[in-house]
């Protein structure tokens, strides 16, 4: 342990002294839950209390026990670790509350209380410091995993795999995920790994600095390329720090509050000269605009925290605050627009990506009931609560609208999840982000300018 972390670790323990029954470090914040009244407003909109009718399962629920905890009427034990650790942390409950309370902030809080409290013990503890730890925060190491990857994929294993029948050995929720797999393609970050900046095409107005992601850049290179494509059409000059890393993200989601602050800082230093910090998967969004969270008790971190999540923003609200090339191709499709839960709840992003479609010529948006309801994806949820996951997904995949080709959304792990609904239930949609079809369209228009 580094003289900082120890430093950090024993100023923290002293903070606990009002919390009777929160005895480490970074506890929940009280002026989260100051504000509820148990109103009730919050139920209806929370999926699993929907699903199981529990008072434990409900925002209102969860925060009564959080702050027991902290009032030493309960423990920290099993019983109080299940609805923690059951809640989606979607943040709808925050949207619907009068009062604004933070439970997402606070359901982060006591997942690091239980935690160290309750740490992982063997097959889990395994299963967890392997992608938490020894995978995700190490792009190098995902890029050889992307590789085998797709290496599976072009090889022809993958096809003996599906033909032969051997998923059917697998966990059907692992099964399923292979079979929504997408087509790899090679990360921005070694394809760009030489070039300081991507230039704008034309005049440049503005430079921004792109968070690649960790998963993302494997798994979605993609939709990164069309995001570089979609920002340089615009007059930004791009940059790629190249000592980025993963956000942290699943890492709070986790409880491991610690390793997010390690990724925090990095992250932090990497963009330190950045102007703007454009960001294409809503859940990284999310936890860069809450850096500041983890470093409550660290003045000079929290500051720089601050400063840093002011320049983040979602690519879609950049291209819509800034103005963007409305293209002239038609895109003839029928589409719908699913609310990713951490764009519309965590950073109030709604309406600036469908004004983007909608700027789309030949796209016909048709809505979509319950838009910002969650699909059961929340990171990885769906692999630690599969049965829970979904019965989220199938009550969202009832909202969609049959009669579109396209699903649009601005999140992977919601494209995965929606991808997963699509093939289970007999669907036909093709699941895109919205920055994928206005990449889509420019491409067509400067194929039909190539045609004249």
């Known amino acids: 342990m580094s ?13 606990t002294t009002n919390l009777s029954n929160y005895h480490w470090s970074d506890p929940p914040d009280e002026n989260k839950w100051a504000d509820c009244v148990h109103c009730g407003m919050c139920l209806e909109s929370c999926p699993t209390y929907e699903l199981t009718g529990q008072e434990q399962h409900s925002p ?18 099993e019983q109080f670790m299940d609805p923690v650790f059951a809640c989606l942390d979607c943040r709808a409950c925050t949207t619907a509350c009068p009062a604004d309370v933070d439970v997402g902030g606070l359901i982060e809080e006591a997942r690091g209380q239980i935690r160290q409290a309750m740490p992982l013990t063997g097959y889990r503890k395994t299963v967890s410091n392997f992608f938490l730890h020894s995978l995700f925060p190490h792009q190098n190491r995902l890029n050889t995993v992307g590789g085998l990857l797709k290496f599976y994929q072009k090889s022809g294993m993958q096809k003996v795999v599906r033909k032969t029948g051997l998923l059917k050995v697998m966990p059907d929720h692992l099964a399923e995920m292979e079979g929504i797999m997408p087509v790899l393609t090679k990360p921005v970050r070694k394809k760009y790994k030489n070039q300081k900046v991507i230039k704008a095409k034309g005049v440049t107005k503005h430079e921004v600095s792109f968070l690649t992601g960790c998963v993302m850049d494997v798994m979605f290179s993609d939709i990164n390329d069309a995001t570089i494509n979609v920002l340089t059409r615009n007059g930004n000059d791009v940059v790629i720090p190249q000592n980025q890393t993963c956000c942290g993200a699943l890492h709070v989601h986790a409880g491991d509050r610690e390793m997010g602050r390690k990724l925090a800082i990095q992250n932090i230093e990497a963009f330190n000269d950045a102007e703007k910090i454009i960001v294409n998967a809503a859940g990284c969004g999310c936890m860069m605009k809450e850096y500041a969270e983890l470093f409550r008790e660290e003045p000079e971190w929290h500051e720089k925290a601050l400063a840093f999540s002011a320049k983040v923003e979602d690519v879609s609200k950049y291209l819509h605050d800034t103005g963007y090339e409305k293209p002239q191709a038609e895109i003839n499709t029928r589409i719908t627009y699913h609310d990713a839960c951490h764009l ?10 469908r004004n983007i479609l909608l700027d789309i010529p030949g796209v016909e948006m ?42 649009s959304m601005g999140n992977p792990g919601c494209m995965l999840q929606m991808a997963m609904g699509v093939q289970k239930y007999g669907r036909n949609q093709k699941i895109v982000h919205t920055v994928q079809l206005l990449d889509w369209a420019y491409q067509k228009e400067d194929g039909l300018r190539g045609q004249e």
């Open 3 to 15: 003289t900082r972390e120890s430093d950090v670790k024993e100023r923290l323990a002293c903070t």
């Open 60 to 77: 209102r629920g969860r925060v009564h026990l959080i702050k027991s905890v902290a009032e030493g009427k309960i423990e920290v034990n």
């Open 344 to 353: 519309a709840h965590g950073q109030g992003v709604r309406q600036e990506p």
């Open 366 to 407: 048709v809505h979509m009931p319950n838009a910002d309801r969650c699909c059961g994806s929340a990171g990885i949820y769906n692999i630690t609560n599969p049965e829970m996951a979904g019965a989220v997904l199938e009550s969202k995949m009832e909202n969609v609208p049959d009669d579109v080709e396209m699903i």
